[in-house]
Structures are given as C-alpha cells and as structure tokens.
C-alpha cells in the first residue's frame, strides 16, 4: 500500500460490495464470487501506515530508474531528470503521463516540478491499464515518483549557456529550499532567467532574391507587370523590376540593371530569437491532516517578457506618372524598406498563476482523492505590423521626391495591435477506488469519477484590426472503470494461462456549446510468463477543441515573406492568423496492441512495443502550406490576384474530415552497476560501483492518410503530401546513456528523424529534407571529490553541457539541387550548437 494512503482497516460490507457488482455490470456466475460476511460491531479504528512502494503491485513496471541511477544521470534539476525519463513514459498516441507522488495522484506536474533529483528514492514507469486506479482511461502511462522517507535540502544553482557561434546567450539562477520528513512535504523554488538576443546578422544567411525590398527601392510594374515600354526597348528585353540608381530621373540610369533588383540585408534590424526576462516562483506543502486524511496546496506565478525586433517597416509605396521624379510613363511601384525609421517591435508578455490541492483519505473501504485546480494565463501584445502610408503615398502624389529618405512626419503613423489574451480555468476531481468483490483469480477494482470544470477566455486586440471575443463553457462529467482478474499464477487460479485480466472503463461528459460526449474503453492484459505482458485495447473518445484554438486573436500581418508552393518562390503576402470560433468537436477510434518484456530477471532490461490504429474524425489542425493541387480546394485560405501571384494566406485552424494512422512506439532501457558490489561497504559510503543507464525510443510510423473535407482527395502525409509545409519522417528517435561514479559522470543523449520529402509536380517546390542526428554530451564532477581537504567544497557540483555537439542542421533542395531562401539552415535552427556550464551548492 502506497505511504501517503492511510486507511481504517475494517472488513467490507455486503451493500458495498453488492452494490459495486451491479454498477460494473459484471456478468460471472454469483458462485464464483466471494463475498464479504456481515462485518462485526465496529470497534476502535485501527491506522495503517504503509511503506513507498509501488502504485500498482499487480502490474510490473515497464521501466524503472532507482537512486543510484538517478545519481548516475547527474540532474541538477526535476527537467534535466524528466529529459531522461519523460520520453519512457509517452503513449504511443503521445499523450502526457499521468504523474504520481509514492503512489497518490496529485494535483499537476507543479508539485513535483520543485523537486531535486536527490529527493527521489525511485521513479516507475507503468503501463497503460495501470492508469484505471487513478481515474483515466487506460490510454495513457503511469509516472510515479517515490521519495525518500526523511531529507532536507537547500540548493543554490546558476547557469550560463551560450551558442558556440555567438549571439545568443542564457543565465540562469535558482534558489530552492526541501523537506520531507515522514508524510509532511515542503518545497519552496526561486528562479530568474535572462536570454539575450540573437540578431540575423549574427548568422549565415542571405537575402532572398524573391523579396524586392530595398532601403533605397526597387521599382516594379503595377501586378508584376512590365514598368514602362520604353525602359523594356533600351534594355532589350521585358523589365519588371529595376534598383533605383543613383540618378533616377532618367531611363538609361534604369536600364543598366534591368531586371536585377538590389537585395537588401535585414541581418542587423531583425531577431532571430527575442530578449528575454522571466521569473518563476512556486511552493508546495502536503501533510497528514488526520487520522486517514492528507492533503496537499501548490502555488505557482511566472513571468515571461519577449522583446524582438521584426525588421524595418516594408511598404509599397505608389509613383505616379505625373511625379516629377519619374521617369516613367506609367505608374509605378516603390518597395522600400523604411530604414529611415526604428525597426519594428514585438513585446509581448505572459503571466501565468497556477493553484493546485489535493485531499485524500479512505471511506467505508474506498481510497478517494480529491484535487483541485486554478489556472490563470495572461497573454500581453504589443505588435508593430507596419506603418500607414497613406500621408507618404499623398506627398509624393502632391509632387515629393519618393526615391529620397521620407521626411519622419510621413512614417510616424505605426500600424499598431494591442491584444490581451486571458484564460481562465477552474476544475475539481473526485476519484474513488475499492476492490469490493474477489474473484478466485484476485480482486475486481472498481474507480468511480466525478469532475467539473469551468473554463474562460477573453480577447479583446485594439488598434489596426480591433477584435473582440468572449467564451465561457462549463464541463461536467462522470465515470466509472473495472477490471476483472480472469487468471492468476499467484493465485493458482488457471495459473496454467498466466495472469490474465480484462478491463473496462466508460466516461459521460456534458460541455455547454459541444453537447455530450462520450469515451469508453475495453482491455485486456495478459501475462503468459512472469516477465512477459501483453495488453490489447479499443478505445472510442469524443474532445471538444481547447479555448485557445477557438477564441486566439485574430492578427492581419501585411509584408510577410512566405514560401508558395504553386511556385516554388518566396512570395509577399498579408497573413491572417488567429483562432476560430466555429470548431466542431472531435471523435477519435484508437486500437493498440502493446507487448513488454523484462528477458532477464536478474537485469534491469525493459523492452516495450506498442503499434497504434488510430481513425479520427474532425480534428483541431493547422493548415500552413499545400501542394499547388490542393489548394485550389481552399480558395479562402490561399488567395492570388489575376496573373496567379499568391497575396494573402489564412492561418487559422481548422477541423480535418478524418485521419487515418498507424505506427509502431518501442522503448529500450536499461541500468544496474559495474563490477561486483561490496559486501561490507564502508560506512556512509554505500553502493560504490559505477552505475550506469541507457535508453532508446524509435517511432516508425506506417502510414499516415489526411481528408481535409469529404470532397476532397486523400493526402498520403507520408509519400509527400502536407499540410505543415514539412515533410514527415516514417523513422524518428531519440537515445540516452551515462555513467556515474563517486559523485562523477558522463551522459549522451540526443534525437535523430530520418529523411522526408514533399513531392510536387513544380521542381522549385519539390523539396527533400534531409536526416537529421543531434547528438549532446553532458559531464559532471564532485569538486569535494578531487579537494576533499576543502570544506567549502562538499555538496558542490560543477556540470558541463554541450548541445548539439556537432552542430547538425537538417538541410533542404528542391528537385533542381537548390536551397529555397526560405529553408536556410540558420533559419531552421539560428541557435545551433551551445555550451552550458553549471555550479550547484547544496547545504
């Protein structure tokens, strides 16, 4: 029984287990039953602490990472541990673990958030029937975290990370107090952070030959047509575009670059990554409130503030015939880059407050817990889209020089949005678990939930585009799982088939605007050798769309360089992006078959396979880019003029008629120690041999087939065909390893995602992209170790990182070998390799 469970020991009564039975609908035979007798006159309450142990004792953990590799890994941080063990606990679908504490559920990811990686004494990882006990359906991983039973800490660390190129460049500090002893828990957690920025200038990239914007100008026809007949007889040829020269009155000054418009380099005037400040301030306090009561509260604030420079205002400005400036016979156009003037700017500004609490205690028999949530997120913009040119269009109609600096009472108007985006979400849960009836192959355990929540969001954007949004829904909801052991070897009940169980579970949920909804599940588990299991599920889900997807501001963004892939050129378009009000709820139809094998009792050697069918029907997606034949199918959502030129794109989401996928999520890990342990170690000096842990997760996926809408062809997202403007790799992976000893160690870890493609009948935008290996290395020393002579030096870590060690970037072509401006590999990863050096004291 978990620590945090205590529980009145008193035998179970006959209208609890009877009326157990008939909510689980269970069909055995009434003889194969057991039910509990009258229980006797009840006397004094009998309190049962239990050690840390497992969550779920009749399920294996299909992964584990005990103290000492937790010391091997080297973490200063619950992050850098969750880096290693997170990617164990992901279902095949993808979905977030569910996170214990020594068994119990608890109210988010922020109660253990605080946590240093020496206050855990074991983290497993379970399958995903395990996750019934809890309240959700079995669809998602269990990870549960064990601490020790007494430990005290205070931690001050700092950090310093920079990109090997330069730029960019992070420090990081953190203060932080902990205290467990016996059932009571307190952490308290500081941290403030500062990035610089990373300027374009500051990396290899070149300008695109398809942006004609220029500090001084480039002049076009009107449409992309021909500017001025006699400009296209001097040149010999049809011009469209031509550099402003040194003296623009004349023809033959134009002439002489006809057709090769003068690239600009916006390097110093744009951010590839903002400036950043941000703070974060959590605290977290659990204890026995009573004899079988026990709760816990977390508080958490953050900040984050963004700075980024977007680049100078580009602006199309108009020259008439009649200017006396011109040269020209017909009107033209002037695309300038207004360096005259400060670049422009986006600030923006997230506030995030989060309350969590939990109670628990044990009723009748029946484990409950009860959890509560607060979340607040403010979402702050200040974005500087561009600059009206309407005065400056208006001067040089009324006679002024274009092709000249514009006087600063012409560029002052900035086209401005102010947008505050707040959500706000209030939510309780109530989970109940009993094990009423045995059955001759163990017990039935039976969970019953209830919930509500109550979510709320305003968006309110002023200036340029006004907009104004407010949505509120309620979601109630109740639900009740089983599961049923049909053999067991423990039990020497059909032992000869192993353990085998089948469980089910069912959700009925109401939300205000989507209707009711409905999930349920069926399982079974099966265990044919001790070391052996394999699970089968059916799983039928209904989702209504979150509120950020359905209330995002909406932002109309002129000038904006996008990749066309009717074309294969960069194209300047206004870009619509925001949310969408009208989305549909989703239904999704998922079966798995999943298999874990332990082949070594005596070796900490997990291997787990999961393939994954998954049917959903009008799903929440993004659509970012098409093949040139089917975005004809979306005329509003990519829009061209008369001569087929792309100028507007829409960016909003969008529900997909169906997609159909399958794929295979395998897990390879391992740990334990080199070299015979000690049988009489030195005192305080425990477990000396060096221990270490490796790790691998490829994803294959199989196919992956995309209907936009009923009328429309089938995207086969896996030979070609996308919606991201990406190709999708069939292989991806990631891997770890390290070593520790004696308060030293080395770790690897990194990710790879095999070659992919987007096909097109265009060569400019039939794109490949190549593999990708980012490979990291990290090494940490116990300064006390090498100067244990040094008092000041105990408890004092000094760690080395490098990411991406060999500075890989994915690299992309088109069908005729060349690099799309768009896809530069400074623009796919700006950061690239970086160095990160931390010192860490604990007291």
């Known amino acids: 029984m978990p620590s945090e469970a205590c529980c009145v020991a008193r035998p179970k009564s006959f209208v609890t287990s009877a009326l157990a039975i008939v909510l689980a609908g269970l069909g055995s035979a009434p003889a194969v039953a057991q039910v509990a007798k009258k229980p006797p006159k009840p006397g004094p309450p009998i309190i049962v602490y239990g050690q840390r142990q497992s969550a779920v004792t009749d399920i294996a953990p299909i992964a584990s990472v005990n103290q000492d590799t937790i010391s091997a890994i080297g973490a200063t941080s619950m992050g850098e541990l969750m880096r290693v063990i997170k990617p164990l606990a992901e279902s095949a679908s993808g979905e977030e673990p569910i996170f214990l504490l020594n068994g119990q559920r608890i109210s988010g990811y922020q109660e253990i ?11 497993e990882v379970l399958p995903e029937p395990a996750a019934l006990k809890f309240g959700y359906p079995p669809t998602r991983r269990v990870l549960n975290f064990i601490t020790k039973r007494d430990f005290r800490q205070i931690e001050a660390r700092g950090s310093v990370a920079s990109a090997t190129r330069g730029g960019t460049s992070t420090e990081t500090a953190n203060l932080s107090l902990t205290q467990l002893h016996k059932d009571s828990r307190l952490t308290i957690a500081l941290e403030a952070r500062h990035t610089s920025p990373l300027f374009q200038s500051e990396r290899r990239l070149v300008p695109d030959p ?41 023809l033959d000054a134009y002439a002489a670059s006809a057709n090769q418009p003068r690239l600009f380099d916006v390097g110093p005037y744009r951010m590839l990554v903002p400036r950043n400040n941000a703070w974060k301030a959590e605290a977290t306090y659990a204890d026995r409130l009573g004899g079988t009561l026990s709760g816990s509260i977390n508080l958490t604030a953050e900040q984050s503030r963004d700075e980024r420079l977007t680049g100078p205002a580009a ?50 028999g029946w484990q409950w817990d009860m959890t509560g949530t607060f979340d607040q997120k403010l979402v702050s913009t200040t974005d500087e889209k561009g600059i009206d040119i309407a005065a400056a269009d208006a001067a040089i109609a009324a006679g002024a020089d274009p092709f000249v600096p514009l006087d600063s009472s012409l560029v002052n108007d900035r086209l401005t949005d102010r947008s505050h985006l707040l959500t706000r979400t209030m939510g309780a849960k109530m989970v109940a678990h009993n094990t009423p009836v045995t059955l001759p192959a163990g017990d039935v355990t039976v969970t019953g939930t209830v919930e509500a929540e109550r979510a709320s969001v305003s968006s309110v954007t002023t200036g340029a585009d006004p907009f104004d949004l407010r949505l509120a829904r309620t979601r109630t909801e109740g639900g009740a799982s089983i599961d049923v052991p049909i053999a067991s070897r423990k039990n020497n009940f059909v032992g000869w088939v192993g353990d085998l169980s089948v469980n089910a579970s069912a959700n009925v949920r109401r939300i205000s605007g989507f209707g009711t909804l409905t999930d349920w599940v069926l399982g079974i588990a099966w265990s044919p050798f001790q070391e052996v299991q394999l699970m089968l599920l059916d799983r039928h889900s209904g989702t209504a769309p979150a509120m950020d997807k359905l209330a995002s501001p909406v932002v109309v963004t002129p000038n904006s360089a996008v990749f066309d892939y009717a074309t294969g ?43 994954e069918d998954s049917d959903t029907r009008n799903q929440t997606g993004d659509i970012f880019a098409l093949t040139p034949e089917f975005q004809s199918f979306f005329p509003d959502r990519f829009v061209r003029d008369s001569a087929g030129h792309l100028i507007a794109e829409t960016f909003q989401p969008t529900n997909f008629y169906r997609e159909r996928e399958q794929s295979l999520h395998m897990t390879i890990s391992m740990s334990g120690a080199a070299g015979k342990k000690l049988e009489k170690p030195a005192e305080g000096k425990g477990d000396n041999r060096a221990h270490y842990y490796a ?43 390290g070593i520790g000893y004696l308060g030293n160690g080395l770790s ?26 980012k490979f990291n290395v990290g090494a940490y020393v ?62």
């Open 782 to 843: 116990s300064v006390h170790h090498f100067l244990p002579k040094q008092e000041w030096t105990r408890h004092l870590q000094l760690r080395l990182d490098v990411q991406n060690v060999t500075d890989a970037h994915q690299h992309v072509h088109d069908a005729n070998g060349v690099l799309p401006n768009r896809f530069q590999p400074d623009f796919l990863d700006p950061t690239g390799r970086t160095v990160k050096l931390t010192l860490r004291k604990t007291f």
């Open 695 to 737: 790790g691998a997760g490829p994803i294959i996926r199989f196919s992956d087939r995309l209907q936009l809408t009923p009328d429309t062809p089938v995207l086969d997202i896996l030979r070609g065909d996308t919606v991201k403007g990406w190709g999708m790799p069939r292989v991806t992976s990631y891997f770890y390893a």
């Open 210 to 250: 398809d942006v004609f914007f220029d500090s001084i100008g480039n002049v076009t026809g009107v449409n992309f047509g021909e500017i001025d007949p006699a400009l296209s007889q001097l040149a010999g040829r049809p011009v469209t575009v031509a550099p402003v020269p040194a003296d623009p009155s004349t």
């Open 113 to 123: 958030s605080a946590l240093p990686p020496e206050a855990i004494a074991k983290v």
């Open 315 to 364: 602006v199309t400005l108009t020259v008439p015939a009649s200017n006396p400036f011109s040269p020209f016979a017909n009107t033209v156009l002037l695309q300038r880059y207004l360096t005259e003037t400060d670049p422009l700017h986006i600030n923006q500004s997230t506030t995030t407050l989060h309350a969590g609490s939990t109670l628990r205690g044990v009723t009748a």
């Open 748 to 773: 690897i870890d990194g990710w790879y995602q095999s070659p992919a493609r987007v096909r097109s009948d265009i060569a400019a935008s039939d794109l490949y992209f190549s593999s990708i290996f």
């Open 569 to 611: 050129r960069t194209e300047i378009v206004t870009v619509t992006q925001g949310g969408n009000p009208d989305l549909k709820r989703e239904s999704k139809h998922v079966r798995s078959i999943a298999l874990s094998v332990k082949p070594f009792s005596s070796k900490d050697l997990h291997i787990n396979a999961s393939y």
